[in-house]
Structures are given as structure tokens and as C-alpha cells.
């Protein structure tokens, strides 16, 4: 899980690989880190960048047209996102990568990640790599444009943590466009507070009560906005929106958990077999699930899915 609520979650799986199952639990314990002021000239995480950069020169040789059976220039943008999605397969999945450093910093990684860093580095990838001038600095720019709110680093409070109001602000900004309700989903009436509500579990608002206050501040304002209205496919329907569905297409498992809109994400991955999903998957790695709906339905308290569908250049 990559929003916040990874701080607080951790799937526990049994016979992931068969089953397909993720039960979902809450953590005991939490290191205990002090959250420092953003310095703006400190933006970008040193965290491996030297490694990340190499490792993003070998995903663009390996997605060169001469590396391709079919040109860029000639696929459609499912097909970009499900090509570019697939680098990525076998990828080890850790959670709280994004809470690693004391102060908020644009961390960015290219061979572990949770499953909404999944999400914004497929996305933020095949943008650069549709982009008139690709480079490791505008892949970057990216990365921030589609985590933070209005796309702009500004402290920890301005990482878009519930996955609801991420899709809600990219959208905003023409990024993504939320399908959930023309597909036939029901609104959620629920109150997003769950960061406030179990603030103790959150090392960056336990240590920092201007943190606290943000946070408390954006669930107010969340829960006045009528654009966050929370809408959802029922996990018993979702086998029937497969045809409308596209290679890509970003998923958010919605839970019944109080006060929270989801505990995973991913993007839909089409084979020939069915209507799958590739996602940083809590047995260990990123990996390809073969039914959307048989993986929601294993999810611990899950009770269907938000799609929102990616906007490429």
C-alpha cells in the first residue's frame, strides 16, 4: 500500500499465489522518526538516485523501437501503459517507502515499491516517455506532478493521501479521468478521517502537530468538496464492466474500513485469459493477478473498486 495508510497497514498473505487472497491488519508498531521542515533546495530524495538513474537508462534502451516488436509510435496508450507496466513484473514490493526520510522529499524508485508508487511510476513513466524531451529529470517532474496536490511538493501535506482525493485532484489536471460512476458505481457516503483518527500510528503526525492540524484541516475541506464524493463498483459486479475496461486503467480497492476509501491499487492488464491486474502485490513482488474480481474479492474487507483512466500527452 502506498498512500499513508501503509503506515498503518500491512497485508498478511496466505496462499497469495494460489488463492489470491490478501487479509488485511493493523500494525503494532511504528519506528519513531521527527518530521523536519521541507528545504526546498533539498526537494529531490538522495535515496540510490545514482542506481535509479542507471536503472532508468536500461527501462528506456529496453523500450527503444528497436527493442520493440511494434514502434511507440504505433501503439495505442493501453498499450504503452500495459508495455511499460510490464518492466516492472517481478519487482520487489516494499511498503512505507515514501516515509523513509524525516522531512518530505520526492523519492523515486524504479525497483521496489508499494502499490500506489506503482501506479504513479507506470503513469509517470509512459508520460515521459510520450513527452517531446524524455529525460530522467522530466520522468521526475512526473512523479511529482501526480502524487502531490495541484502537482507540487510542499510538505507532507501536500502528498495526496487518500487515494480518493488523488484521483479527484489528477483529474483536475486532465492526468486521469474517473470512470467509476458511468460504469455503474454507487456513491460511498463516508467520512475520510482515518489519518486523524489514528494519528498515533502516523510517526510524521505524532511527532509534528503542525502536521496534525494539515491533515485534519484536508479532511474538513475532503469531506465539504462534492468532487470527493466517493462512487464504487460492487465487488460482485465487477466481472461485468470488464468489456468497458482498458489495459492501464487504474484500479483503487475500496474497503469498509471506517473513515478509509481504499487499501490497494493497481492497473487493469489484459491477456488473453481474462481481465487482470498487475499491481506491487503484498506476496513479495509486482506481479500479474489473472481475475480482478477473484483478487477483490480475497481482499480483507474489501468491498469493491474505483477506476480512474489515464490521460497520456
Known sequence: MGISISDYFIPNVKSIEQQDRVLVTAKDKLPITQDVEQDPLQKVSSIDSSATKLEYQRLMQSLSDRQLSNPLSKLTTDQILQTVSSKFLGAKYREGLLEKSKSEQLFISLTEFDCVLFVETVLAFSRNLLSTNPSYENFGQNV???????????????????????????????????LTSELGGIQLKKKL????????????????????????????????????QIYY???????????????????????????????????????????????????????????????????DRAIGIMVARPQLP
Open 193 to 228: 478521517n482515518f489519518m486523524s483518527s489514528n494519528w498515533q500510528k502516523y510517526p510524521r503526525l505524532r511527532n509534528s502537530e503542525a502536521n496534525y492540524q494539515c491533515i485534519l484541516a484536508m479532511e474538513r475541506k475532503l469531506e465539504q468538496d462534492t468532487r470527493s
Open 233 to 299: 463498483i460492487p465487488s460482485r459486479k465487477i466481472s461485468s464492466i470488464y468489456p468497458s475496461l482498458k489495459s492501464g486503467d487504474i484500479i483503487g480497492v475500496v474497503t469498509d474500513i471506517q473513515g478509509l476509501d481504499t487499501t490497494h491499487t493497481g492497473l487493469v492488464y489484459l491477456t488473453s485469459k481474462g481481465t487482470g491486474l498487475i499491481h506491487a502485490s503484498p506476496s513479495g513482488m509486482v506481479k500479474v493477478s489473472s481475475d480482478l474480481q477473484r483478487y477483490v474479492e480475497g481482499v
Open 144 to 178: 511529482e506532478t501526480v502524487r502531490y496536490q495541484d502537482g507540487k511538493l510542499d510538505g507532507y501535506c501536500s502528498r495526496l493521501h487518500y487515494f480518493s482525493e488523488w484521483i479527484v485532484d489528477n483529474q483536475k489536471r486532465n492526468l486521469v479521468q474517473d
